[in-house]
């Protein structure tokens, strides 16, 4: 390519061939591209700016600047440009995100399968067969102490063969009797629970029967955000 002679200045126009296969479209710059200085002489014309705006054309369409956007777009890309200067920029549009999972959130949201345990979170007296002096009142499970307590049902989905985990907020304990779980007919004494506090575990069960339940004897307890899962 031969060596320009002379700088390319603001009253210039300069006719473009036509890129290929050609569209017929004549694309001009009006103005000065940045050029190197050393393709044309020593000194250079300043690059363009909002006053002396030189139009991009488009060699697919013979769209300006501001019709180029979103032609040259890809997933997660988007491509806007600036009239005054022609420039295209673009950024992402991707989401980032992060997945931390909760294997042992006592409000239901073990990681596991289905959740077993309908109003683990004692919203209402329902659902709960109940004796022993339990009762459910103020949105907790409680027990009086005056007898073998238990608070048993038929879990919302069909137990098999399996390990489970269990969750459940102690809110008051009298001290001394840890709380029990079943599963499937499987009992499992939680070692510390004589204490407020979450508490979180696996059960092994056989499946011997389709009941969940909280049990505790003789001790004055609240309980509340019982859950159970099939542990995946």
Known sequence: MATPTTNIDRAMTVTL???SPPTNVVALYQGTPPTPASLAGTTQN???????AWICADPLNGATAPELSGLAEAEGTEISTSAPTGRVTGHST???????????????TNLGGPQLVTNGAFAAA???TMSGGATIGTGTL?????GAAQATQTAAQTITAGDYLY???VVQHAGVTPITVGVGGTTAVVAGSNVPGTFTGTITTAAASQIVGLF???KVVKLDNFSVRRKL
């Open 17 to 19: 061939a036509n890129p």
């Open 46 to 52: 300043s690059t363009p700016d909002a006053l002396n």
């Open 94 to 108: 991707g989401t980032a995100y992060s997945e931390t999972p909760n294997t042992s959130h006592p409000s239901g």
């Open 126 to 128: 329902s659902n709960w």
């Open 142 to 146: 409680n027990f009086d102490g005056t």
């Open 167 to 169: 969750a459940f907020d």
């Open 216 to 218: 505790c004897s003789t």
